[in-house]
């Protein structure tokens, strides 16, 4: 198991209070997004419109507003290819969770 299932039920809840918040995409995730969709402009952040958790497998998902609405593409991306702001009230707990999988992540494939 990857992920603890207090912390993600605690944490979706509060990101769903949340939605609509806004976060940065890594620059992982951005360099994915332009491969996919060539002619969008990125800006540097975006609004994360719904949440969802995708059990162990996939972990707590986002989707992203990313303006492009017009071109028809759809962006849900794992929470660990987001940025939040330090300010941001549950950032601590965000990257808490992100760590905590990462860690778990890089053990399992290894």
């Known amino acids: 198991m990857i992920d603890n299932p207090m912390q993600v039920d605690r944490l979706l809840g509060r990101l769903k209070e949340a939605v609509p918040f806004v976060a940065r995409p890594s620059p ?3 360099a994915i997004i332009r491969g996919k969709a060539p002619g969008l402009s ?3 952040e975006c609004q994360v419109t ?3 958790y995708a ?3 996939g972990g707590i ?3 992203l507003d990313l303006g492009a609405a017009s071109t028809g593409e759809q962006f849900v991306v794992s929470l660990t290819q987001l940025v939040v ?3 941001t009230p549950m950032a601590r707990e965000i990257g808490a969770y992100q760590k905590h999988r990462n860690k778990r992540l890089r053990r399992v494939q290894v």
């Open 28 to 30: 992982a995730l951005a």
């Open 42 to 44: 990125i800006s540097p």
């Open 50 to 52: 719904w949440v969802g």
């Open 55 to 57: 059990g162990d497998d």
């Open 61 to 63: 998902m986002c989707h």
């Open 85 to 87: 702001r330090p300010g």
